[in-house]
């Protein structure tokens, strides 16, 4: 079955950056959409990012706002989200998932998830 390893996750200041990576097993990596969403203690789970299959294209949240920069390697079936200019409302788990339809700001859209990896932002 298909599975998804978030790691990179870590504690880093204000203004800081992380990357985070996603490993994912399973054939045909490259005909799913990947996407990032986070979920901070008492919050929705929120959506982060997505990218199309071919990686050309994403979709982002606005709070991204050119600061995040979301990647994949489809021969590695792999997704990178590099996280620049970390602010304090940022902390939360990171999570990675796939989804077999179109692009989603929408959780229920995804069908596999990882397990999350955490990042915190120290001030």
């Known amino acids: 079955q298909v599975q998804l390893v978030e790691s990179g996750g870590g504690l880093v200041q204000a203004g800081g950056s992380l990357r985070l990576s996603c490993a994912a097993s399973g054939r045909s990596f490259s005909i799913y959409v990947m996407g990032w969403f986070r979920q901070a203690p008492g919050k929705e789970r929120e959506f982060v990012a997505a990218?199309?299959?071919?990686?050309?294209?994403?979709y982002d949240a606005d709070f991204v706002k050119g600061r995040f920069i979301f990647s994949r390697d489809n021969a590695k079936s792999t997704v990178d989200l590099k996280m620049n200019s970390l602010k304090p409302e940022d902390p939360a788990v990171y999570y990675c998932?796939?989804?077999?339809?179109?692009?989603?700001?929408?959780?229920?859209?995804?069908?596999?998830w990882g397990q999350g990896t955490q990042v915190t932002v120290s001030s």
């Open positions: 990218i199309k299959r071919s990686g050309v294209g994403t």
């Open positions: 998932t796939r989804g077999s339809g179109s692009i989603s700001y929408q959780a229920l859209r995804y069908d596999y």
